[in-house]
C-alpha cells in the first residue's frame, strides 16, 4: 500500500511529519491529497473484498493449478506463491502442509521421483522442499548442457584401421 501511495505522491498523507508544526493540513492541496489517499486506499480495499465470486476464482485457479512441462521450476514456484497470497487476500490462508502438499501434487511427472522422495520425509517443510526441487531443475539443466556438449564435439572418422 504505501508503494502505490509513494507512486501516487500520496506518501505523506500516511506518514507522521517529523515537524507536525510546520505542515499545515488546513491548505486546499492537503485536504485534496488526503481525500486522493483515502479514494486509494478505498478501492484497494474494494479490489480485495472476500465477495464470493472472487473467492471462487481464486479458489479455482488454486485446484486447477498444473505445472507446464515447458515451464521452469522457479517461475512455476512464483506463480504458486502468488496464488497463496491471493488466498490469504481473500481470507483464507493455507496452512504450510497444504501448500506442500498443493505444490507436490501439481509438479510434472519428472518430478514424481523427487516428489515421493519428498513426501516420505518425516520432517518436511515447504522451504526444503522448494530447495531440493529447485537442486534437481538445476541439476537436470547441466546435465542437459554437458549432454549437449558431448554431442556437438563428437566426430568420426571414416578411416578404419586395416590392423597392419
Given amino acids: 500500500m504505501r508503494m502505490k501511495l509513494s507512486r501516487k505522491g500520496l506518501l505523506a498523507q500516511i506518514i507522521k511529519p517529523e515537524f507536525d508544526a510546520l505542515s499545515d493540513r488546513s491548505t486546499v492541496q492537503w485536504k485534496t491529497d488526503d481525500l486522493k489517499a483515502l479514494g486509494v486506499i478505498a478501492g484497494d ?3 480485495n473484498r472476500t465477495t464470493l465470486k472472487n ?11 498444473k505445472m507446464e512441462s515447458s515451464t521452469r521450476f522457479a517461475v ?5 506463491k502468488e496464488i497463496v497470497l491471493q488466498m490469504e487476500t481473500i481470507g483464507e490462508p493455507l496452512d504450510e502442509t497444504r501448500q506442500l502438499v498443493l505444490l507436490l501434487g501439481s509438479l510434472t511427472d519428472e518430478y514424481r521421483m523427487i516428489s515421493t522422495v519428498l513426501e516420505n520425509t518425516p520432517t518436511m517443510t ?3 522442499a ?3 526441487l529447485s537442486s534437481v531443475d538445476a541439476s537436470d539443466e547441466s546435465s542437459s548442457a554437458h549432454q549437449k556438449a558431448f554431442v556437438a564435439k563428437k566426430s568420426y572418422d571414416k ?3 586395416n590392423g597392419k
Fill in 45 to 47: 480495499e474494494q479490489f
Fill in 130 to 132: 522448494i530447495q531440493a
Fill in 55 to 65: 473467492r471462487l476464482i481464486v479458489t479455482k485457479k488454486l485446484h486447477n493449478f
Fill in 126 to 128: 515447504l522451504a526444503y
Fill in 76 to 80: 512455476h514456484v512464483g506463480q504458486f
Fill in 159 to 161: 578411416r578404419r584401421f
